[in-house]
């Protein structure tokens, strides 16, 4: 009886161990995904202050790159995600109505604000 105990102890030890270690590498991940967000958000942010200087057809295409890279790491925040899409969209159709909008944007991707953000993309996508 006590080899029987000692053999349940020993499996559910084990299990214990391997949930817990799935648990952290989660946790590890989701970790690593939020910080490349936030590295490309900061690269985003660097190419919306270089336009501030005047419009520029490349680093409005290194923005828009660097806002869908952004959005391949926010797939676990449904409302960001959408917001980042949405802005990723609208610098596609209408980027040169980016123009007048550059330090809220800034604001709005530092803050990582999805309604703020949601509403200057819909902003540059009616050309406002």
């Known amino acids: 009886m006590r080899k029987l105990l000692i053999a349940c102890a020993l499996i559910v030890s084990l299990i214990l161990g391997a949930l817990l270690g799935h648990y ?14 936030q590295i490309l958000i900061s ?9 501030k200087d005047g419009y520029d057809e490349n680093t409005m295409e290194a923005l828009i ?3 869908y890279a952004a959005l ?4 676990l925040d449904e409302e960001l995600y959408s917001a980042l899409h949405d802005l ?3 610098l596609i159709i209408e980027s040169e109505s980016i ?3 550059e330090d809220v944007l800034i604001k ?3 803050d990582l604000d999805p ?6 993309a819909y902003s540059i996508s009616q050309g406002a």
Request: aromatic share 6%; charged share 25%; net charge positive.
């Open 72 to 75: 391949q790491f926010t797939d």
């Open 99 to 101: 123009s007048g909008k």
């Open 108 to 110: 709005a991707l530092r």
């Open 115 to 120: 309604n703020l953000i949601k509403g200057i």
């Open 24 to 37: 952290v590498n989660n946790q590890k991940a989701t970790q690593a995904r939020e910080h490349r967000r």
């Open 65 to 67: 790159s660097n806002v």
């Open 88 to 90: 990723w969209s609208a």
């Open 43 to 51: 690269f985003a942010i660097a190419k919306i202050e270089d336009l």
